[in-house]
């Protein structure tokens, strides 16, 4: 299904120049050189992930088969042997409301183990994900995962064995948790971001052959999405990427969450920064042309020299629609309590592929330990030359601060970055006991050792 667009021509459309300028017919089988008529660029339609569907009569259960198996796929018109769930990537997107029970059927049908984990959604501990939690699937077994979708918020699954590998070959969904109570949107769409071909060197990347980094959106180039009239959208954001960082210019549009749903009164946009794993939600109202670009981003200190990028457009009617109002008080950041009880120290470098936290490269690293009940401090300091999206397992955190500046507001995330020579400390109440993985997210570098357990004992 492609979207062809033949007017309103954008920045990326090549005008052919020519001597022919008389003959305007807009004819384009084959002669375009001669004709001088703009090219004609076909650019697909913005679509989203198809919904995964309820086997459940039990409106309080969302229960869905996941198939992960071998798939063929395009990216940017070129073929690509890779993973999907149920044949599609981005997976399935699971919607489900705040309460209900998750219920998953996960079927191997790839040649390798593999689990999934629930990143951001509070899985209880046996449901995580992760192998020492609970055996891999083996390929041809079955599996299924069931828990509370406590929260509200726009969470994902990807597996959590040979993680690197097999996200990026395209094991990764969305997990929709609708809170009944927000106001309703005339659009709620899910964009996932993901990039290819930004390494040569990384056995793990799975460039399309020859190609220069792309960007897709739900899997498409630079898709348009073209509603039939003017209206309100909450865009709900998840960057895939093993490695690459979105740098979003959300002027104009509402920031209505981060990780964890909406904490707060929504705030005006700016920039929005996605980290890899990271997500976001934007309200906006689409009426007339919008193009959502991402600005030059550097792994190694931000915004960076270059030309931005458009990732989609949407082409409405033009039309008045007005953003629901949201009914939550603005709430300060708690103050930060002045003692640490956890220090992460990440370090590492491109060249030998090497990436530590506090000098160690998991599975040989030191646990610490706290106990249910704690108010637990974090602080995450960054002394590698690029940004690592820090992620933790098992609990959300508060931002207590970045660089020592506390944000104007309340903020939870599971996925923050953090800046080179950045510091970042964190807070949560340990509510739940296990031995929970934290790791950057930039897949390759959890890979290359950038991992640790933080062992939360229950009280006795
Ligand atoms: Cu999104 Cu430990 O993972
Ligand atoms: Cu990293």
């Not at 073929?79 to 209900?100: F, K």
């Not at 191997?108 to 959604?121: D, F, K, Q, S, Y």
């Not at 109002?325 to 370090?347: E, I, K, M």
């Amino acid at each position: 299904m492609r979207w062809v667009l033949a007017v309103g021509l954008s920045a990326c459309t090549a005008t052919v120049p020519s001597d022919d300028v008389e003959d305007g017919t807009g004819d384009t089988d084959g002669d375009r050189v001669e004709t001088g008529v703009p090219e004609v660029v076909e650019r697909p339609a913005f679509g989203v992930p198809a919904e995964a569907a309820d086997e459940n009569d039990d409106p309080d259960v969302l229960e869905v088969t996941l198939t992960a198996a071998p798939a063929t796929y395009e990216v940017g018109g070129r073929t690509v042997e890779g993973y999907a769930y149920d044949g599609q990537v981005p997976g399935p997107t699971l919607r489900a409301r705040v309460g209900d029970t998750l219920v998953v059927h996960l079927e191997n049908r790839l040649e390798v183990p593999t689990t999934i984990h629930w990143h951001g959604a509070g899985a209880p501990y046996a449901m995580d994900g992760v192998p020492w939690q609970r055996d891999p699937t083996a390929a041809g077994e079955d599996f299924t995962y069931t828990f509370e979708l406590t929260e509200a918020g726009t969470f994902w699954y990807h597996p959590h064995f040979d993680t690197a590998r097999q996200v990026d070959l395209g094991l990764y969904g969305v997990l929709v948790v609708e809170d009944p109570d927000e106001p309703t949107f005339d659009h709620d769409l899910v964009v996932v971001f993901d990039s290819w071909g930004e390494s040569d060197d990384d056995p793990h990347q799975h460039a399309p052959e020859g190609s220069d980094l792309v960007w897709t959106v739900n899997g498409a180039v630079d898709p348009v999405w073209a509603p039939d009239a003017a209206g309100t959208v909450r865009w709900r954001l998840l960057n895939a990427s093993n490695t690459g960082y979105v740098a979003l210019d959300a002027d104009g549009l509402q920031v209505l969450a981060g990780d964890q749903g909406v904490e707060v009164a929504p705030r005006q946009g700016g920039q929005v920064v996605l980290g890899p794993g990271d997500r976001a939600e934007l309200g906006a109202v689409a009426s007339g042309t919008w193009e959502a670009v991402s600005a030059p981003w550097s792994l190694h200190g931000g915004a960076a020299w270059g030309d931005p990028m458009r990732l989609w457009s949407v082409e409405a009617r033009p039309g008045a629609a007005t953003l629901p109002t949201f009914d939550v008080p603005s709430r300060a950041p708690t103050p930060d309590p002045g003692r640490t009880d956890v220090t992460y120290t990440l370090q590492g470098d491109g060249g030998s592929g090497a990436w530590r936290i506090n000098h160690e490269a998991f599975p040989d690293v030191t646990i610490a330990t706290v106990d249910v009940g704690d108010d637990v401090v974090i602080e995450v300091r960054n002394l590698s030359p690029t940004n690592h999206p820090f992620h933790g397992h098992g609990h959300a955190f508060e931002v207590l601060s970045i660089d020592g500046v506390p944000p104007d507001r309340y903020r939870v995330e599971d996925t923050l970055d953090v800046p080179v020579n950045g510091v970042v400390r964190l807070r949560y109440e340990a509510t739940r006991a296990g031995d929970w993985m934290q790791h950057c997210h930039i897949l390759p570098h959890a890979d290359g050792g950038m991992m640790t357990v933080l062992r939360v004992l229950p009280t006795p």
